[in-house]
């Protein structure tokens, strides 16, 4: 197995103009936001507004409620007939926002390009976050998407999960949790500056702890109390990092060079490489935490989902060669009546 960092080195303009801007406005914004129950519930107020916005020219989405929360199909333009195909696949994707905020709509326009580059339908994520639930809700939330996927007919071959942030915490929490289930794993994981480790140990001495134009990385302990199931000391079990890693797929990982997140990041790759995973670390210059996201404004987000977009399309391609195309049962999967279509909108 093999583990690759590879260097993105040159950035634009425009990626210095946002670095500015996160490092005067947002940065200071969110270093004296109080991480306090009372204070967070104004945060989903941005998801709220970024659901007026349409999806982009020629997407296609499908709102679900699935169980206990919300999904959404999205579809770009181009990619084969069929909004919901399983013999194409699918992309399982995971929004950021801290487990306190962001959604489907703040995440659309990645998602949707995300599809275009993979040639998959997309299937995002609305799972419950703070104060709904705490992040094990958030993590059962989406094995119970994966296992949804699974009962709808689409081989676990030809699924990857993917995340940013938050959620690229929750493709690898997902991925494991399924694994130890005795689910089939999916195909590959993509993690956009994944949080991968609750300890901030290795943090406290990494050169980004203070370079981070966007993420004060000291205030990852007090995310830990608010989210954390329970109280008390990091349980290391709520860390990837540190779990049983052997039976992961293969894996793509995408950081900013400057940001708190890589460190969390390259541990990671070290871990999957012992595990005998095949993983791969690309480090971005010049941008923020979670740039992809930033999808149509951003070209270098573009280029790293154009490339995330080619992993998926590698590993699922590869997967399908190699695994038998056959069918499996599991008493605990999700009957098919647990969705109900909410909309369908060009």
Not at 97 to 102: N, S
Not at 162 to 170: I, K, N
Not at 297 to 320: C, H, K, N, Y
Request: charged residues 20%; contains cysteine; aromatic residues 6%.
């Amino acid at each position: 197995m093999r583990a690759k960092v590879e260097h993105r080195v040159r950035f634009s303009v425009r990626a210095r103009v946002i670095d500015g801007m996160a490092r005067w406005v947002a940065r200071p914004v969110m270093s004296l936001w109080p991480l306090t129950p009372t204070a967070v519930r104004v945060v989903p107020v941005l998801e709220l507004v970024a659901g007026l916005r349409k999806a982009p020219a020629g997407t296609r989405t499908e709102l679900l409620r699935i169980a206990g929360f919300v999904a959404e199909w999205v579809k770009a333009d181009g990619v084969a007939p069929g909004l919901a195909d399983p013999d194409a696949g699918a992309v399982l994707y995971f929004h950021g926002g801290a487990f306190i905020g962001g959604g489907i709509g703040t995440h659309r326009r990645c998602v949707s390009a995300l599809s275009r580059t993979s040639r998959k339908p997309v299937l995002s994520v609305a799972y419950r976050q703070y104060p709904a639930t705490h992040v094990d809700g958030s993590v059962r939330d989406g094995v119970f998407a994966y296992r949804w996927l699974l009962a709808h007919g689409y081989p676990a071959e030809r699924i990857v999960l993917a995340g940013d942030s938050a959620g690229g915490y929750l493709s690898f929490c997902v991925a494991l949790d399924a694994v130890a289930a005795g689910l089939p794993a999916p195909a590959g994981i993509v993690g956009i500056s994944p949080l991968l480790d609750w300890d901030c140990t290795e943090r406290s001495t990494h050169a980004n702890l203070r370079r981070d134009a966007y993420l004060p990385g000291r205030r990852l302990p007090a995310l830990y109390r608010l989210v954390a199931p329970l109280a008390g000391p990091v349980d290391p079990a709520l860390s990837p990092v540190n779990r049983e890693l052997a039976g992961l797929p293969p894996v793509l990982l995408q950081v900013a060079a400057s940001e708190v997140l890589r460190c969390d990041a390259e541990v990671m790759v070290r871990r999957l490489a012992a595990a005998g995973v095949d993983a791969t670390l690309q480090i971005w210059a010049g941008q923020v935490h979670a740039f992809p996201v930033l999808a149509g404004l951003l070209p270098e987000a573009m280029a790293a989902l154009i490339e995330a977009g080619a992993f998926i399309q590698e590993v699922t391609t590869a997967a399908a060669r190699e695994l038998d195309d056959t069918a499996w049962l599991d008493d605990t999967a999700p009957e098919l009546d647990d969705t109900a279509r909410l909309d369908d909108t060009a």
